[in-house]
C-alpha cells in the first residue's frame, strides 16, 4: 500500500488509537507514514489520551499536530452520508481522497449490560457504509478475542485460533460488549462479502496507559485507589497496547486478511494484577480466591445480579470472565512485530510507573 495515500481512522483520541497514531507518526517501531490522516472525533472529544501518549513517548507537546494530521469532526453515525463532506474537505485542503480506513472506535462496557445495548455494531455499520461511499481500496477493523467463543467448561484449560469465530453460540454467558463486537464483525465479513478488501485484528485484554478516568484505566484506577481487593485464578489473553497498534498499522499496509490476533501472555488475573500493583509502587495484599470454592459461593448470591450499582458484579457473565481459563493462539500477531511481543511483567513496570505519575499529578 501507498504510504502517501490519505488514511482515515477512527478513534483516535482513545487508547488504542492515539497509540495507531503515534506508530504512524513513526514513535513505534514502524517507519513513519507519509501521506495524510484524517483523524475522525467528535466535538467534544477530549485531546487528554493523545497528550498523555505524546508525553510517554517522550515526544515535544502536541507532538500529534503536523501538516499532514487533520482531525476532523465526524459523526460516525451518520455513515455514508458523510463521504460527500470528507470528499469536499481533502478537495478543500488538496489532499489526495481518502484511499483506506482503520476502524478504532469502540465502546468499552465489558461488565455492562445497559439497555439499549452496546453501539458497536451500529457504528461499524455506518463506518463500513461510509467506506463504501468512499470507494476506498482498504478496511481494517479492530474487533476482540471475546468473538472467539470457546466450548469448554468454566475453568479448564482451551486454545482457541485465529480461525474459531462463534457468532451462533448461545449468548447467555456473554456481555453487551462482546455481543456487540460479533455482530460487528458480522458486518466487516458482510462487506467482505460485497468486494470491500478487509483485515480483522483481534486484540486481547490491552495494557495501556491514559486518563484515569476512562474505561481502559479501570484496572490501574482501582489498583491505585485500593478498591480491588480480590483476584483469582482464572486467565485471558493480554497484550500491551504499543504492540497492539504495530500490529494493525503492519496488518493494514500488507491488507492481511486475517483474523489476527493479538495476544502475548495468559497470566492469571492475580500474577497480571500483582505485576501492575508492582508498576504503581503499591504492596497490597490481594484477596486470592481459586475457582474452588468461590465459583459455587458466587452462584449462591447470584439473586444479587438483580440489584442496581453492584449487581453486575453477580452475573453469571463476571462468573465466566473471572474464573475462564480460555487461551487464544497470538502467533499471528507476533509474526507482524520485530523480536516479538514485549514481556507483559516488564510492560506493567513500565506502563505502571508512568501511571503512577499521572496519579500523582
Same mark, same amino acid.
Given at each position: 500500500?501507498?504510504?502517501?495515500?490519505?488514511?482515515?481512522?477512527?478513534?483516535?483520541?482513545?487508547?488504542?488509537?492515539?497509540?495507531?497514531?503515534?506508530?504512524?507518526?513513526?514513535?513505534?517501531?514502524?517507519?513513519?507514514?507519509? +501521506?495524510?490522516?484524517?483523524? &475522525? !472525533?467528535?466535538?467534544?472529544? $477530549?485531546?487528554? #489520551?493523545?497528550? @498523555?501518549?505524546?508525553?510517554?513517548?517522550?515526544?515535544?507537546?502536541?507532538?500529534?499536530?503536523?501538516?499532514?494530521?487533520?482531525?476532523?469532526?465526524?459523526?460516525?453515525?451518520?455513515?455514508?452520508?458523510?463521504?460527500?463532506?470528507?470528499?469536499?474537505?481533502?478537495?478543500?485542503?488538496?489532499?489526495?481522497?481518502?484511499?483506506?480506513?482503520?476502524?478504532?472506535?469502540?465502546?468499552?462496557?465489558?461488565?455492562?449490560?445497559?439497555?439499549?445495548?452496546?453501539?458497536?455494531?451500529?457504528?461499524?455499520?455506518?463506518?463500513?457504509?461510509?467506506?463504501?461511499?468512499?470507494?476506498?481500496?482498504?478496511?481494517?477493523?479492530?474487533?476482540?478475542?471475546?468473538?472467539?467463543?470457546?466450548?469448554?467448561?468454566?475453568?479448564?484449560?482451551?486454545?482457541?485460533?485465529?480461525?474459531?469465530?462463534?457468532?451462533?453460540?448461545?449468548?447467555? +454467558?456473554?456481555?453487551?460488549? &462482546? !455481543?456487540?463486537?460479533?455482530? $460487528?464483525?458480522? #458486518?466487516?465479513? @458482510?462487506?467482505?462479502?460485497?468486494?470491500?478488501?478487509?483485515?480483522?485484528?483481534?486484540?486481547?485484554?490491552?495494557?495501556?496507559?491514559?486518563?484515569?478516568?476512562?474505561?481502559?484505566?479501570?484496572?490501574?484506577?482501582?489498583?491505585?485507589?485500593?478498591?480491588?481487593?480480590f483476584a483469582t485464578d482464572g486467565c485471558s489473553g493480554v497484550v500491551d497496547v504499543r504492540d497492539v497498534a504495530a500490529i494493525v498499522y503492519a496488518a493494514h499496509q500488507s491488507k492481511i486478511e486475517g483474523p489476527i490476533v493479538a495476544v502475548a501472555e495468559h497470566?492469571?488475573?492475580?500474577?497480571?494484577?500483582?505485576?501492575?500493583?508492582?508498576?504503581?509502587?503499591?504492596?497490597?495484599?490481594?484477596?486470592?480466591?481459586?475457582?474452588?470454592?468461590?465459583?459455587?459461593?458466587?452462584?449462591?448470591?447470584?439473586?444479587?445480579?438483580?440489584?442496581?450499582?453492584? +449487581?453486575?458484579?453477580?452475573? &453469571?457473565?463476571?462468573?465466566?470472565?473471572?474464573?475462564?481459563?480460555?487461551?487464544?493462539?497470538?502467533?499471528?500477531?507476533?509474526?507482524?512485530?520485530?523480536?516479538?511481543?514485549?514481556?507483559?511483567?516488564?510492560?506493567?513496570?513500565?506502563?505502571?510507573?508512568?501511571?503512577?505519575?499521572?496519579?500523582?499529578h
Amino acid at each position: 500500500m501507498d504510504s502517501k495515500n490519505t488514511l482515515l481512522i477512527t478513534g483516535a483520541t482513545g487508547q488504542l488509537g492515539a497509540f495507531l497514531l503515534a506508530e504512524l507518526l513513526g514513535w513505534g517501531q514502524s517507519p513513519a507514514y507519509s +501521506g495524510t490522516i484524517l483523524c &475522525a !472525533k467528535r466535538p467534544t472529544s $477530549s485531546f487528554e #489520551q493523545l497528550d @498523555r501518549v505524546v508525553e510517554f513517548y517522550e515526544q515535544p507537546r502536541k507532538a500529534y499536530q503536523q501538516p499532514l494530521v487533520h482531525f476532523i469532526d465526524l459523526d460516525l453515525g451518520y455513515g455514508a452520508g458523510s463521504a460527500e463532506w470528507i470528499s469536499a474537505y481533502c478537495d478543500q485542503h488538496a489532499i489526495a481522497p481518502v484511499y483506506s480506513v482503520i476502524h478504532t472506535a469502540a465502546v468499552i462496557d465489558i461488565n455492562q449490560n445497559a439497555p439499549g445495548g452496546n453501539q458497536n455494531e451500529r457504528v461499524t455499520a455506518e463506518v463500513l457504509h461510509l467506506a463504501e461511499a468512499l470507494d476506498v481500496a482498504h478496511f481494517t477493523h479492530i474487533s476482540s478475542i471475546a468473538v472467539m467463543g470457546g466450548n469448554a467448561p468454566l475453568g479448564q484449560v482451551e486454545l482457541l485460533e485465529p480461525q474459531d469465530f462463534q457468532a451462533t453460540k448461545k449468548k447467555v +454467558g456473554l456481555g453487551s460488549y &462482546a !455481543k456487540s463486537k460479533i455482530y $460487528s464483525e458480522l #458486518q466487516v465479513w @458482510r462487506a467482505q462479502q460485497e468486494g470491500l478488501s478487509t483485515t480483522v485484528v483481534r486484540p486481547g485484554v490491552i495494557l495501556g496507559i491514559g486518563p484515569l478516568y476512562r474505561a481502559p484505566q479501570e484496572l490501574w484506577k482501582r489498583l491505585w485507589k485500593g478498591t480491588l481487593p480480590f483476584a483469582t485464578d482464572g486467565c485471558s489473553g493480554v497484550v500491551d497496547v504499543r504492540d497492539v497498534a504495530a500490529i494493525v498499522y503492519a496488518a493494514h499496509q500488507s491488507k492481511i486478511e486475517g483474523p489476527i490476533v493479538a495476544v502475548a501472555e495468559h497470566p492469571s488475573f492475580y500474577e497480571l494484577l500483582q505485576w501492575m500493583q508492582n508498576g504503581l509502587g503499591k504492596k497490597r495484599k490481594l484477596l486470592y480466591l481459586q475457582m474452588k470454592p468461590w465459583l459455587n459461593r458466587m452462584r449462591s448470591v447470584s439473586f444479587l445480579s438483580s440489584l442496581p450499582w453492584i +449487581g453486575k458484579y453477580f452475573t &453469571a457473565q463476571m462468573r465466566i470472565m473471572l474464573f475462564s481459563k480460555t487461551q487464544y493462539n497470538g502467533q499471528s500477531g507476533a509474526d507482524l512485530l520485530e523480536g516479538g511481543y514485549r514481556n507483559l511483567e516488564q510492560s506493567a513496570q513500565e506502563l505502571g510507573k508512568f501511571m503512577r505519575r499521572i496519579a500523582e499529578h
